[in-house]
């Protein structure tokens, strides 16, 4: 039996084998006068291979029907490519037509706009520039999951439905079982307790809160999971649905925290330009030509560590005008955090120390009361790819920053039962995902990394 091969492990062959099975869809087609050259992709890797089916095949009128988008099974001899361009090529025995696409395939040899491709999401991954994207996503998982496992880290699966804001915005998607043509009221209200939780449910922004949880009984703990915020915005840096990675660290403070960032950071970077060169060659030939030399920088650099007071003053006195006013008790702006990465130090910038009216509840109050232990990871073109804290371990510090944010305690009771019992200084911190993906590829639109982006108005897929 001829076991099926794939594209990938052929091209790496160091020598040719006498029986393969390969199984893809034809990118190109061309005839010449005894032979049809086929150029086939199983989506393994970015490159095609060769298939040369000579007019002897039963079924070869029907193999020069073939179009772009049809799917066949090829076995045959892997062979040194009499052409140029390919070391290897398959001289097709049998070639088995799975299916015909007809000419009307949307993705035909042509260069897509990402505007269009986004239209048919469903399709996008078959085009040269968004398989290598989700090729780099999926090593980038497993890159993640590596490198917690490495240091001994447990993965938690924290709860997607909660009744908790862990980021206190309300920006939050109701999950709800009762029926919205007529929902049972109490005082002119919606009567909750008639819903299937018997109160309030969403879908969570973070899994930081349950993580938490964990790391007070198992020490080192990360979550890896979507999360959800209704935030009406259409900019290219924010979609509705998205992953986020959310290490917590028992016995940890701030300073842990900020090494762990930047040792993440840079540990993922490296990895997917040892794992991933191919793809990220294409991205760098053709979407940023700075890439590689960007991503090294980000692999080997020693983050520059500034406080959020520095980082103010640094800003007022660059001399530039930026679109947003930048002063103390003012958040910074994807421009700033650019300014500071790009034009001023030139590489990563961990920012630490934000006044605490910028910040949510469970960040470790500093002994100013003005700051809290924050700190925000920013790396060239992208800005913020990481925001964490020391989060606040005495309970009375707690309840008090909960009162001042007029927060429902009730609501925390559990959460607040682990500062009440055997609490110790801990940290974390929120990796987006997809801002990851962004700097590792260089493309520019966070709808374009995700496999289906959910914005506004947009479900479609």
Same mark, same amino acid.
């Given at each position: 039996?001829?076991?099926?091969?794939?594209?990938?492990? =052929?091209?790496?062959?160091?020598?040719?084998?006498?029986?393969?099975?390969?199984?893809?869809?034809?990118?190109?087609?061309?005839?010449?006068?005894?032979?049809?050259?086929?150029?086939?992709?199983?989506?393994?890797?970015?490159?095609?291979?060769?298939?040369?089916?000579?007019?002897?095949?039963?079924?070869?009128?029907?193999?020069?029907?073939? /179009?772009?988008?049809?799917?066949?099974?090829?076995? !045959?001899?892997?062979?040194?490519?009499?052409?140029?361009?390919?070391?290897?090529?398959?001289?097709?025995?049998?070639? #088995?037509?799975?299916?015909?696409?007809?000419?009307?395939?949307?993705?035909?040899?042509?260069?897509?706009?990402?505007?269009? &491709?986004?239209?048919?999401?469903?399709?996008?991954?078959?085009?040269?520039?968004?398989?290598?994207?989700?090729?780099?996503?999926?090593?980038? /998982?497993?890159?993640?999951?590596?490198?917690?496992?490495?240091?001994?880290?447990?993965?938690?699966? /924290?709860?997607?439905?909660? !009744?908790?804001?862990?980021?206190?915005?309300?920006?939050?998607?109701?999950?709800?079982?009762?029926?919205?043509?007529?929902?049972?009221?109490?005082?002119?209200?919606?009567?909750?307790?008639?819903?299937?939780?018997?109160?309030?449910?969403?879908?969570?922004?973070?899994?930081?809160?349950?993580?938490?949880?964990?790391?007070?009984?198992?020490?080192?703990?990360?979550?890896?999971?979507?999360?959800?915020?209704?935030?009406?915005?259409?900019?290219?840096?924010?979609?509705?649905?998205?992953?986020?990675?959310?290490?917590?660290?028992?016995?940890?403070?701030?300073?842990?925290?900020?090494?762990?960032?930047?040792?993440?950071?840079?540990? &993922?970077?490296?990895?997917?330009?040892?794992?991933?060169?191919?793809?990220?060659?294409?991205?760098?030939?053709?979407?940023?030509?700075?890439?590689?030399?960007?991503?090294?920088?980000?692999?080997?650099?020693?983050?520059?560590?500034? /406080?959020?007071?520095?980082?103010?003053?640094?800003?007022?006195?660059?001399?530039?005008?930026?679109?947003?006013?930048?002063?103390?008790?003012?958040?910074?702006?994807?421009?700033? #955090?650019?300014? =500071?990465?790009?034009?001023?130090?030139?590489?990563?910038?961990?920012?630490?120390?934000?006044?605490?009216? =910028?910040?949510?509840?469970?960040?470790?109050?500093?002994?100013?009361?003005?700051?809290?232990?924050?700190?925000?990871?920013?790396?060239?073109?992208?800005?913020?790819?990481?925001?964490?804290?020391?989060?606040?371990?005495?309970?009375?510090? =707690? #309840?008090?920053?909960?009162?001042?944010?007029?927060?429902?305690?009730?609501?925390?009771?559990?959460?607040?039962?682990?500062?009440?019992?055997?609490?110790?200084?801990?940290?974390?911190?929120?990796?987006?995902?997809?801002?990851?993906?962004?700097?590792?590829?260089?493309?520019?639109?966070?709808?374009?990394?995700?496999?289906?982006?959910?914005?506004?108005?947009?479900?479609?897929?």
């Amino acid at each position: 039996m001829i076991h099926r091969r794939k594209i990938f492990n =052929l091209l790496q062959s160091d020598q040719p084998i006498d029986h393969v099975l390969i199984k893809g869809w034809v990118r190109t087609r061309r005839d010449s006068k005894n032979f049809s050259f086929l150029e086939i992709n199983d989506g393994s890797c970015l490159k095609n291979i060769q298939i040369v089916a000579d007019n002897a095949l039963t079924n070869y009128d029907d193999i020069t029907r073939l /179009s772009t988008g049809s799917a066949v099974a090829v076995s !045959g001899k892997l062979i040194e490519s009499k052409g140029s361009g390919q070391k290897w090529e398959i001289v097709a025995k049998r070639l #088995e037509i799975i299916s015909i696409a007809p000419e009307t395939f949307p993705l035909q040899k042509k260069r897509h706009t990402d505007e269009y &491709l986004r239209t048919i999401a469903h399709l996008r991954p078959r085009t040269n520039k968004y398989g290598a994207a989700f090729r780099i996503r999926s090593e980038l /998982s497993f890159a993640i999951h590596k490198f917690f496992r490495d240091r001994g880290f447990k993965y938690i699966h /924290s709860p997607i439905i909660t !009744g908790s804001d862990c980021e206190g915005a309300g920006e939050l998607f109701r999950v709800t079982t009762l029926p919205m043509d007529h929902p049972p009221l109490l005082d002119g209200k919606t009567d909750y307790t008639k819903d299937f939780f018997g109160k309030e449910a969403n879908l969570t922004v973070s899994g930081q809160l349950s993580a938490e949880m964990f790391a007070l009984a198992l020490g080192d703990v990360y979550t890896f999971g979507p999360t959800f915020r209704a935030e009406n915005s259409n900019t290219s840096r924010h979609v509705a649905e998205f992953w986020m990675v959310e290490p917590e660290m028992a016995f940890c403070d701030l300073k842990g925290n900020m090494d762990l960032g930047e040792e993440i950071i840079k540990f &993922l970077t490296g990895f997917i330009l040892d794992a991933c060169i191919e793809d990220i060659e294409l991205f760098a030939k053709y979407v940023d030509k700075q890439l590689i030399t960007t991503l090294n920088h980000v692999a080997e650099a020693e983050f520059k560590r500034i /406080s959020y007071t520095t980082a103010v003053e640094i800003l007022k006195q660059s001399g530039k005008t930026f679109e947003f006013e930048i002063d103390f008790g003012k958040d910074l702006q994807t421009e700033h #955090e650019r300014y =500071l990465t790009e034009a001023h130090f030139k590489k990563p910038v961990i920012v630490f120390d934000y006044p605490k009216t =910028l910040k949510p509840f469970y960040m470790r109050l500093n002994n100013d009361q003005k700051t809290v232990a924050a700190m925000d990871v920013l790396v060239p073109r992208i800005g913020e790819i990481i925001g964490g804290s020391q989060r606040e371990e005495r309970l009375d510090v =707690l #309840e008090n920053r909960m009162d001042e944010m007029k927060m429902p305690k009730q609501n925390y009771w559990w959460y607040l039962d682990s500062r009440r019992f055997g609490s110790v200084e801990h940290s974390g911190f929120g990796l987006g995902f997809e801002r990851l993906l962004m700097l590792v590829t260089g493309i520019t639109n966070i709808r374009d990394v995700i496999p289906f982006p959910r914005t506004p108005n947009s479900i479609e897929f």
